[in-house]
């Protein structure tokens, strides 16, 4: 790489040395580089010193690969605030930090604490703590139940609110303090208000949560509480019914996307009004072919492997295949694995959108390619970038096809002058990506 490690020194002692000496970028850029083989990692238990390097001893217990013994001694090192996120600390070591002053660490660690843990956590008297276990999946679903609904639980004293400020405080969104990093909006009277609603949007968030906790906010003012919902597959129809007369689209578009609800509310949110609520019942996994199918020619969806699609039979490939509407086409041709008589099909429809779908697809011939390339010509073209195999002469072929095309447009009176000059250095060096080239090959006689 260019640069000589001293004596004795390996690529792990420059990355996770001595926070204060500068590191080598290279290296860095390496070491987070996913494609790094296996024997160049350098980075184990052995290789580092918790006390000399303690940013290392905690990366490797966050990915579970530390000594046990690191915790213990970490938890007492003030500077060490990360530790609390670390999965599979002793119990010793929760103790130490559930108990340490500092809300933040206490709040990180109920938020990947342990069942037990989490249980104590969810009655400390900072509503931080409590709003941390409700977005807790490790968190009992009765401790859950109790933070939504407040029974069995006694109330909280203190909040960030009123830690900082005198009560009642709205903070203002518009803060001028620089210091100042509570969130905008956040409000206490006492009650610990903004807290307490972001424990319940948490706790709605979260799938450990009873259902019977939940469905009471299907009617809630706030969107934000019942967009959690609108996710969930776990409710009663009836609430889901109710979810569908929400005002706001991203509710109902969320719904939409719902595997869980039924045909009837399918067949109401396709004739919604709202470009996203159709888009988001078009990728629900149990929607009808033929509501897609509709959907499909009213929706701009993109080229993209749908649920629906991806999962359907021989029969209904075969019904896609066939359909009058190439956008149908174009969608069914993002799937790889279809028979090899459909997809040939596909590579030789007339529609460009169609051809731009099965272009990637790597079970065409190299043949399919260039009479491809040599239909569409540029209008495919970036799709054709993902193909890597594309044989040299398809290459050959397509710049042929668009030098035709700016000699074309130099003997057309109307082209702007822009596009005359660009079809000029274009023809001279063969570059046609920037700027865009027209996007319509000339096709003589």
């Not at 080598?24 to 580089?33: I, K, R, T």
């Not at 029974?151 to 005198?166: F, I, W």
């Not at 706030?222 to 776990?234: G, H, Q």
Request: some cysteine; proline content about 11%; glycine content about 6%.
């Amino acid at each position: 790489m260019g640069e000589v490690l001293p004596l004795g020194q390996t690529p792990g002692d420059v990355l996770v040395g001595n926070h204060d000496q500068p590191v080598n970028s290279v290296l860095c850029g390496l070491a987070a580089n996913p494609a790094l083989l296996p024997d160049l990692v350098v980075l184990t238990a052995d290789d580092v010193d918790p006390v000399a390097q303690p940013f290392a001893a905690l990366a490797l217990l966050s990915e579970g690969v530390g000594r046990p013994a690191w915790a213990c001694l970490l938890a007492t090192d003030p500077t060490i605030e990360r530790l609390a996120a670390c999965p599979g600390l002793p119990a010793e070591v929760q103790e130490i930090l559930a108990a340490d002053p500092e809300i933040r660490i206490v709040a990180e660690l109920a938020s990947r604490a342990t069942a037990d843990m989490a249980a104590r956590l969810a009655a400390h008297p900072h509503a931080e703590v409590r709003c941390a276990v409700a977005g807790s999946e490790a968190a009992p679903p009765a401790v859950l139940a109790a933070l939504v609904t407040g029974e069995g639980l006694p109330p909280a004293r203190r909040c960030l609110v009123c830690d900082r400020e005198k009560t009642p405080f709205t903070h203002d969104p518009e803060c001028p303090k620089f210091d100042c990093d509570l969130p905008p909006g956040a409000a206490c009277d006492g009650s610990h208000e903004s807290t307490v609603h972001q424990t319940h949007v948490n706790a709605l968030w979260n799938p450990a949560t009873p259902t019977a906790a939940v469905i009471g906010f299907a009617d809630h003012p706030a969107m934000l509480m019942r967009w959690p919902l609108a996710v969930r597959p776990d409710l009663p129809a009836l609430v889901y019914e109710r979810l569908a007369a929400s005002p706001e689209p991203g509710v109902r578009a969320a719904l939409a996307e719902n595997p869980a609800i039924g045909d009837g509310l399918i067949r109401a949110l396709a004739a919604a009004p709202e470009p996203d609520v159709r888009r988001g019942l078009a990728f629900n996994p149990q929607v009808p072919l033929k509501v897609l199918t509709r959907l499909a020619g009213t929706t701009k969806i993109g080229s993209t492997l749908l649920p629906r699609i991806a999962t359907a039979s021989r029969t209904e490939i075969e019904e896609l295949a066939a359909s009058p509407d190439p956008v149908v086409r174009m969608l069914l041709a993002e799937r790889r694995d279809l028979p090899p008589e459909i997809r040939d099909a596909l590579a030789a429809d007339l529609d460009a959108k169609v051809v731009k779908s099965i272009a990637p697809h790597p079970g065409l011939s190299d043949a399919w390619l260039r009479a491809m390339v040599e239909r569409h010509g540029y209008e495919s073209w970036p799709r054709w970038r993902r193909t890597r195999r594309l044989h040299r002469r398809c290459w050959r072929t397509w710049l042929d096809t668009s030098r035709r095309c700016a000699r074309h447009c130099g003997r057309s009176p109307g082209t702007p002058t822009r596009r005359l000059r660009h079809s000029w250095s274009a023809c001279r060096t063969g570059r046609w990506w920037r700027p865009r080239p027209p996007t319509r090959p000339y096709r003589p006689g």
